[in-house]
């Protein structure tokens, strides 16, 4: 199967919007930077199983603000262990993304306006013409108590799983809908697994049957039920 690899490598983001996805784990780890020995880690075992990620995306917080963010671009497409980079910003540390050395790597940067002030908002699509970023997050409220009639979910994102800290997650929304639902996010071994064991194995057969799965937003049946899409 496939996989999009989400690296958490920094908290900080130089924004503080209060929908934040990943406030949970913004909070629980402040002024957090991944460092390179992690790196380096998880390029070993990537190589030790096989696996070519379709591609490594760098996230935290805003990962254009991890210090490594250019030299760990490189490392990663250099070891063979991605097809390409992804990313996306909130557009803070503009002069890194328009580095031509990076955008070798990153065929594709995808630029969150759903987050800024309204004025930087009409400012960034000016930046890029008419109508290439529209402002297309609707900000509601999700659901709070797990319902298993959501259940397995139609994950939107069914190939991401994500690292943090040597370990290796479900998918890059289990810490926010953990922290959601009140869970401890190693309560359910299925959640995790140690970057030193097989995560491709550990993996490769989710069933998108979990509690947290129920609340999430890229779980489609969530969509349709608060938009009707
Ligand atoms: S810019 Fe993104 S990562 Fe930063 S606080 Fe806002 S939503 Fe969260
Ligand atoms: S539906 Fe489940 S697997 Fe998919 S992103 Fe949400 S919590 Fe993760």
Redo the contacts with the bound molecule.
Sequence with gaps: MPFHMVVFVISD?????P?????PW?EAHPRYEMPMSDLHLLIRRAQELGVVFDAVEFT???ATLWPHFKEASRLVMESGIAKRMDTVT?GIAWHVLTDPDLLQWYPTIKL?TS?PHPDSHDALRRVWGDRLLENSMLHVRVPTEVNADYLPARCSIPTYVAYFDRVVYYCCCTWSTCAHIGMDVKSDPELWCPVEDDFVAHFANRKFDKPICSVCLNNSRNLKRLWGI
């Design positions: 983001c130089g924004m503080n919007c929908f934040c996805n990943q406030k913004r935290g917080g805003e909130n969150s987050h």
